[in-house]
């Protein structure tokens, strides 16, 4: 089983950028898949970007070209650049681990509110 605890996250205006961290512990972070998840208010929660163990990553749509995943395995840690950050952006960010495929992502964190507004 992995712990996961989200950095803290913030306001910015938009255009602007800020990186989330979540740190593991608990179990092998490098056999976990991971993933970044957001829910805005009244919105389902959606995938915003995931990365294997191995490094491969993929993107929502909405995101792609602005934010980036990244992980390094030493400091079990998975971050979460984001830039040229938007309005609808703004969403309760979640990190989520699996270690199978054919698993749903879980293992949640408390989550951290990110806010973009001017």
């Known amino acids: 089983q992995v712990q996961l605890v989200e950095s803290e996250g913030g306001l910015v205006q938009p255009g602007g950028s800020l990186r989330l961290s979540c740190a593991a512990s608990?179990?092998?972070?490098?056999?976990?898949?991971m993933a970044w998840y957001r829910q805005a208010p009244g919105k389902q929660r959606e995938l915003v970007a995931a990365i294997t163990g191995g490094g491969r990553t993929n993107y929502a749509d909405s995101v792609k070209g602005r934010f980036t995943i990244s992980r390094d395995n030493a400091k079990k840690t998975v971050y979460l650049q984001m830039n040229s950050m938007k309005p609808e952006d703004t969403a309760v960010y979640y990190c989520g681990a699996r270690l199978q495929p054919d698993q749903p992502f879980g293992s949640w964190g408390q989550g951290t509110q990110v806010t973009v507004s001017s």
């Open positions: 608990g179990s092998i972070f490098s056999s976990y898949a």
